[in-house]
Each structure stands twice: as structure tokens, then as C-alpha cells.
């Protein structure tokens, strides 16, 4: 682990009990990721990509094995604690884009800042900052679900980096959307990777999502099937 | 702490805001809570009225003596010497002429017929004198005239008027072999004297064959306190045997009986809110699956478990508040005013009105509280252990 490293899995296992069948997914899984990387995970149904992606984002707890992130330990921490630690370091992007239909883009997009101590002033300075970034500076107001699917996913990526985490976690991010869409949404986090440094993990199934990342591992069975792309 | 509230009232007014998108769910819910808070308010505002009708009956400084035992005034009996001893005890005020005030009354049941229901119903009849007229307050002639002494005249309470059928004023109502023409109307302020006929004392006695004696007497007190010294005299006069209390104190022993109603009508509330805690209850956990998702993508963002609890207990809370509001504004809409009548102490009809007060209100308020606080704290200990995974299976 170097000071480049965000985010360090150290032989991870993770299993569950079906009835009377103990299920593993991971067993010593190890896995490094860099600041500033754009990883794309792919793998078939079942591979375990969800639930590392879950793992990385402190919504499920390995049951054997350290995870490190930036430097310091997270997977002991408490369910509040795994909250703030979200909250401070992590955006999410659904594949459903994941919006609350009562409120607008703007609000949506303000949820994170509520768990910040900026006041209201700030927190419509950065909302309309990062709308401006995905492009939706006119549509602040317009409910979302007078949308398309490609504008509510800015919108979704508005929310996600509106309090500068560290790490943005994106599951299938263009699997609702058309070619065409799905590439500009794929552009924009390029964009963000490149231009602002964003470490991005990004979980998929189209080949043609992953060529957008830096460098793509493969999932089968609980391991890594490309091991010259593991740390 | 500012932080935490924040996220609760994000989660508050979003989940508030999306109730349309549960409709009839939450409006059964509302219903539900709407249709026990009406039952309670009606059962309470009842028992309120007749309490009312009772209590403005009695003055504090009128006495009213009975024979001991009688518990009311149609199971006593006065004969005129007795009435003749009583007039003589301490503390009754004087007339111009140092005579004592008090009035004989006689009370005797006839035959009604019940304008809703036309039922036969027993309805008082009080024969009384020019002094009885004196001893209460608020009466008035509200039509026609006085009846004359002597003669099978009657004038009617407004309430008998309204409830019951065949007293108009200037008709002719018959009872038993009798006939008696209807001279005038009267008011007593809403008090149980309105739910009476009265006829001259004397022409009462005759035509019902009492002789001289009466059902009671009403006496004029110099203070309310003489009440004791004039029930020391009758209880040390081996002659009498009667009770003597304040006409307030007596009407409020005849209102006790509607205790039974109060505890009647909670007991009904409380097993329809069982009813409407369950609708409550099936509404709030359809809500929280229904909002799985959203809950579960706040949680991933960061908001605690904390403001997916206290978000869901404030919808339940809102859903019986605006229940309770619509069940206090039927209540009050059809309830409050509505004039009816009940059987008495003296097993004859009382007529009151159903009176809705801030008290009843607030009893409604908080039953209504009860429901959506116990409907609602379930469904928000669902929604705050609802595993953050969720948001990642597109449950949105």
C-alpha cells in the first residue's frame, strides 16, 4: 500500500448461509485501487461484482479480511460511523439513477450537502455548480421525472459529486440508456476522472462502457480472472 | 445536532409529499382514524350536553326537599302538613310580607310520542306555582300566554316542542280521561326544565286526583350555605323524613348516571381504534416498501437510520392528525347542537343538545396522536433497519 492507494482489500472473504448452505463469493480476495484510477469491473451474473461494489461502498461488511480506505480501516466501523464515512468520501451513481420523484433536480441533487455543516447559501452554490458541470444549469427547478433517462442520470452524477468525495461507485450507470446516451454519460466521467481526478470503480456488463476506463478487471467465481491487473 | 434534524425533516416533507402517490391507501387510513375520532366526539359531546342540560337546571341557593330515599322527585311524596313543617326552617329567605319563599311543585308522567322515531315516550308534567316561576331563572314565555289557575290549561318547554309531537300551541292534547289545551310555550335557557308541561299545581292535583299533597317542594335560601342548617332541622324533627339538598347539587347526582355512557362510548372508541390502527399500520409498511428504495438510497448517501424512523413516524402522525380533523369537523358538522332526548332519572324524556368543547377536541386530538404514533412506530423501526443494499437493486 502506497500513498497513491485510496482503497486497499486485503484478503477479503465474504459468504452468506442459504438454508443449510453456506455460500461463498469472496475468499482471500485481494484488490488495490489507486487515487485518481478509473476501474471498470466486468464479469458474468453471479461473479461477486455487486457485492464488491457494495463492499466498497460501506452498504455491506466482508466477513473476513481488511479493507482499507485512504489510509485508515473502515470495515470495523460502526453502522453510524459506515454512514458518515459515506457521506464524507463516497458517491453513488444507480443504474435506476436512484431519485427522489417528489423533489426536483436541484433538491435531489442538494441531498448530500444536508449531511455537511455548509449553509444554505453554500450548499445552492455548489448545486448549481455541479448541475452546470452536467449540464442541467436550466433544468434546476424541473422535477425529474419530466426527464429523460440521460438527464436524470446527470442529475444522478450531479448528486454524487456535489460534496467532492474521493471515490465515485457507479453500478451499470448506462444500463437504462441508449448507445447514445450511455456514451455521453461515459464522457462525462471520463471527465471527471481526467479533468478533476475522481477515482472511479464502475460496475458493468458492456464491454463497450468499460473501454471508457482506465483499466478493467474481470470478476469470475469470486476472483480476479486478469491477474496482471491486480495489485 | 442541526445536521441530524435536517435530514429528518428532508425525509419528513419527502415522504409527506409522496402520499399521493399512496392515495386511497392513506385515505382508508384517514377514514379509519376520521371515523373513531367521530364516534368518540359523539359519544363524548352527547354525555356533554345532558351533563350541561342537568347542570344548568340547579340553582345553589334553591333547595329542593324530597322524601327520604326517593332519588328523584317522581318517586316522592309530600303530604301538606309536612310541607307546612318544613316552611318553618331556618335559612329561608322572606317575602315583602315575611312570609317564606317556596313552591309545592306536583310531577306527574304523560304520554308522548317521539317526533323521530314515533315512539311513546313518558314526558314530565309539573304542576307548579306563580312562586316556582320566580325560584328558576331564565324562564320566559316564548308564545302565547301564562295558563290560568284553575282551569286545563298547559304551556310547553321548547324542547318538548321540538322533540316530541302534538303540542303546538293552541292544540288539544288528551292524557288519560283528561284534556288540556296547549296555552303557551316557555324557555328555561336549554336547562331539563324545558323538556316539561306545567300546569297550575291545583288544577293538577284535581284532575289527577291527589288530593293535597305533592311530589316536592322548592324552597329560596338567604345563601346557598343554609342548605345544611335546613337539613339539621328536618333531620331533628322526628316528624320529617326527607332529604334536603341544593337543586344544583341534585341535578348533578342525576347527570352521574351518564358516567356509564362516557365509559360506554371509550370503550367503543377504543375497539374501533384497534380497526384503525391496523389500517394504519398496513398502510405505513406498504409505505415504507413502497419507498424501500428511496430510504435505502438516503442511507447509502449518508442520512441515518434515525430520519428513515422519524420520517415514517411523522407520515403516521399526519395521516391520523388529518384523520382526527376530519372526524372533529363531521362531529362538529352534524353532531354539535343536534337536539335529542334520553330517558332521565325519573324515567321521563330529557331533551338536550349534543355540545362538542375544546376539552372534547382534544380528547379527539389525542386519540388520533395515539393511533398514528402506535401505527406508525412499527412500520419506522422497518424502515430504519432496512438494509442499504436495496438501493442497489433498483428498487426505486
Known amino acids: ?231 | 445536532m442541526t445536521k441530524i434534524l435536517s435530514q429528518i425533516w428532508v425525509v419528513i416533507v419527502m415522504n409527506i409529499t409522496s402520499i399521493g402517490q399512496r392515495i386511497w391507501m392513506s385515505l382508508a387510513a384517514i377514514f379509519a382514524v376520521a371515523v373513531v375520532v367521530a364516534v368518540l366526539l359523539s359519544f363524548l359531546a352527547m354525555t356533554e350536553g345532558f351533563s350541561k342540560t342537568l347542570e344548568g337546571s340547579g340553582s345553589n341557593t334553591v333547595a329542593i326537599v324530597t322524601r327520604s330515599g326517593s332519588q328523584s322527585e317522581l318517586n316522592s311524596v309530600l303530604s301538606r302538613e309536612t310541607i307546612n313543617i318544613v316552611t318553618t326552617a331556618p335559612g329561608i329567605a322572606k317575602d315583602a310580607n315575611g312570609d317564606p319563599i317556596y313552591s309545592p311543585e306536583l310531577y306527574v308522567i304523560v304520554d308522548g310520542i317521539k317526533k323521530t322515531s314515533g315512539t311513546e315516550v313518558n314526558l314530565p308534567m309539573r304542576g307548579i306555582s306563580s312562586v316556582g316561576f320566580e325560584l328558576r331563572d331564565q324562564v320566559s314565555i316564548t308564545s302565547g300566554r301564562m295558563f290560568e289557575t284553575g282551569k286545563n290549561e298547559i304551556i310547553v318547554g321548547e324542547g318538548v316542542l321540538r322533540e316530541f309531537a302534538g303540542f303546538e300551541l293552541g292544540t288539544t292534547v288528551r292524557f288519560g280521561k283528561t284534556e288540556w289545551e296547549v296555552v303557551g310555550t316557555f324557555s328555561t335557557g336549554g336547562n331539563a326544565f324545558e323538556s316539561e308541561l306545567w300546569a297550575d299545581a291545583p288544577t293538577l292535583q284535581s284532575q289527577f286526583q291527589r288530593g293535597s299533597s305533592f311530589q316536592t317542594i322548592r324552597v329560596l335560601l338567604e345563601t346557598p350555605d343554609d342548605v345544611s342548617g335546613m337539613a339539621e332541622m328536618v333531620e331533628n324533627d322526628p316528624r320529617l323524613f326527607l332529604d334536603v339538598v341544593t337543586e344544583a347539587d341534585y341535578f348533578a347526582q342525576q347527570g352521574e348516571a351518564l358516567n356509564g355512557i362516557v365509559i360506554f362510548g371509550w370503550i367503543i372508541s377504543i375497539f374501533m381504534s384497534v380497526g384503525a390502527l391496523a389500517g394504519a399500520l398496513n398502510t405505513m409498511y406498504t409505505s415504507v416498501a413502497n419507498r424501500a428504495g428511496e430510504i435505502a438510497t438516503l442511507r447509502a448517501i449518508g442520512f441515518s437510520n434515525t430520519s428513515a424512523f422519524f420520517g415514517t413516524l411523522a407520515e403516521s402522525i399526519v395521516l391520523s392528525v388529518i384523520g382526527g380533523f376530519v372526524g372533529a369537523m363531521a362531529s362538529y358538522l352534524f353532531m354539535d347542537g343536534l337536539s335529542a332526548s334520553t330517558l332521565g332519572a325519573s324515567f321521563t324524556q330529557v331533551v338536550f343538545k349534543f355540545e362538542l368543547t375544546t376539552d372534547l377536541f382534544i380528547n379527539g386530538a389525542f386519540l388520533a396522536l395515539g393511533i398514528g404514533l402506535i401505527g406508525g412506530i412499527f412500520p419506522a423501526a422497518r424502515a430504519a433497519r432496512l438494509p442499504v443494499i436495496v438501493a442497489f437493486r433498483g428498487a426505486n
Not at chain 1, 452536467?134 to 452524477?157: F, P, W, Y
Request: glycine share 8%; aromatic share 6%.
Open chain 1, 1 to 231: 500500500m502506497t500513498d497513491e492507494t485510496l482503497y486497499s482489500l486485503q484478503k477479503v472473504s465474504k459468504g452468506f448461509v442459504k438454508g443449510k448452505e453456506k455460500i461463498t463469493i469472496f475468499d482471500g480476495l485481494d484488490m488495490s485501487i489507486e487515487k485518481g484510477d478509473f476501474l471498470a469491473i466486468m464479469g458474468p451474473s453471479g461473479s461477486g461484482k455487486t457485492t464488491l461494489l457494495n463492499m466498497l461502498g460501506g452498504v455491506d461488511q466482508p466477513t473476513g479480511g481488511e479493507v482499507w480506505f485512504d489510509g485508515s480501516r473502515v470495515d470495523k466501523l460502526s453502522e453510524g460511523n459506515l454512514a458518515k464515512w459515506r457521506a464524507n468520501n463516497i458517491g453513488f451513481i444507480f443504474q435506476f439513477y436512484n431519485l427522489m420523484p417528489m423533489l426536483n433536480a436541484a433538491k435531489n441533487v442538494e441531498l448530500p450537502l444536508l449531511l455537511t455543516n455548509l449553509n444554505s447559501k453554500q450548499r445552492k452554490k455548489s448545486v448549481e455548480a455541479a448541475l452546470e458541470l452536467v449540464g442541467l444549469s436550466d433544468r434546476a427547478k424541473h422535477m425529474t421525472n419530466e426527464m429523460s433517462g440521460g438527464q436524470q442520470q446527470r442529475v444522478a452524477i450531479a448528486r454524487a459529486i456535489v460534496s467532492d468525495p474521493k471515490l465515485l461507485l457507479c453500478d451499470e450507470p448506462t444500463g437504462d440508456l441508449d448507445r447514445a446516451t450511455a456514451d455521453e454519460i461515459l464522457e462525462m466521467l471520463q471527465l471527471l476522472n481526467r479533468e478533476f481526478g475522481k477515482t472511479i470503480v464502475m460496475v458493468t456488463h458492456d464491454p463497450a462502457a468499460a473501454k471508457y476506463a482506465k483499466r478493467t478487471l474481470h470478476l469470475d467465481k469470486g476472483e480476479f480472472v486478469e491477474k496482471d491487473l491486480v495489485a
